[in-house]
């Protein structure tokens, strides 16, 4: 069965910590990996990961894939509390629905001030 | 990228009655999906929305229960019938704005929280 599993399930931070969110995955025929980020309703588009290696980034968030140990991990360096949001990890693959991405639980980030 | 709209944001309804929500995408995109999110739970695939014909479900997902229109490239509309308790989530519209066959990044619409009492 197709998974994808997140840790830790729960964060409490400081303003200006650095922190690292982790994303595992057994998938058959991967295509892709995302990461959203939540904080009401809506999840946030906010890294599509296709390639091992390959870092992405944005402002203080990065993001990175290694397709041989089949997992990926989010970084967001100097927090703020504007950052305190579940942070959900996705995978989409090549069998059924096109849009079928397989969630992770997320992990609730806090960051206190 | 495009814009997506949901209506209604929220809603409280009684049990045994139905909801329609609608979305609507700022752009002609090729592919839709309809989501659900349970209270604690992660997203769920309900059903592709195609164009044009009757919606794909996934397993767990009937027509009867949630029906799906999508008369265009730019909106779509769910509908949640006989609602119960178990109905109270969020429902989600989701995208891929290119082509079904390329890496598409996704996104989704804002939501409308449903709660059925």
């Known amino acids: 069965e197709d998974k994808v599993v997140q840790s830790p399930l729960s964060l409490v931070v400081h303003e200006g910590d650095t922190v690292t969110l982790n994303c595992s995955y057994e998938v058959t025929n991967f295509r892709s990996l995302l990461w959203y980020k939540q904080e009401k309703k809506a999840p946030t588009f906010l890294f599509m990961l296709?390639?091992?290696?390959i870092e992405k980034k944005s402002g203080r968030l990065s993001s990175i894939l290694d397709k041989k140990e089949l997992f990926s991990i989010l970084n967001i360096t100097a927090t703020q509390t504007g950052d305190s949001a579940v942070y959900l990890c996705?995978?989409?693959?090549?069998?059924?629905?096109?849009?079928?991405?397989?969630f992770g639980k997320g992990t609730k980030l806090s960051v206190k001030p | 990228s495009a814009v997506i709209s949901q209506k209604p944001s929220r809603d409280i309804c009684q049990r045994g009655t139905s909801l329609t929500i609608q979305c609507q995408v700022d752009?002609?995109?090729?592919?839709m999906f309809w989501y659900r999110q349970q209270p604690g739970q992660s997203l769920t695939l309900i059903a592709t929305a195609n164009q044009g014909s009757e919606a794909t479900y996934e397993s767990g997902f009937v027509i009867d229960k949630f029906p799906i229109s999508r008369p265009n490239l730019t909106f779509s509309t769910l509908t949640v019938s006989n609602m119960s308790p178990e109905d109270s989530s969020i429902y989600l519209c989701s995208i891929t704005p290119g082509p079904m066959s390329s890496y598409n990044e996704q996104f989704f619409g804002p939501g409308t929280r449903l709660t059925v009492l």
């Open positions: 752009s002609q995109v090729t592919m």
């Open positions: 996705a995978v989409k693959n090549y069998g059924g629905s096109q849009g079928n991405l397989i």
């Open positions: 296709t390639s091992s290696g």
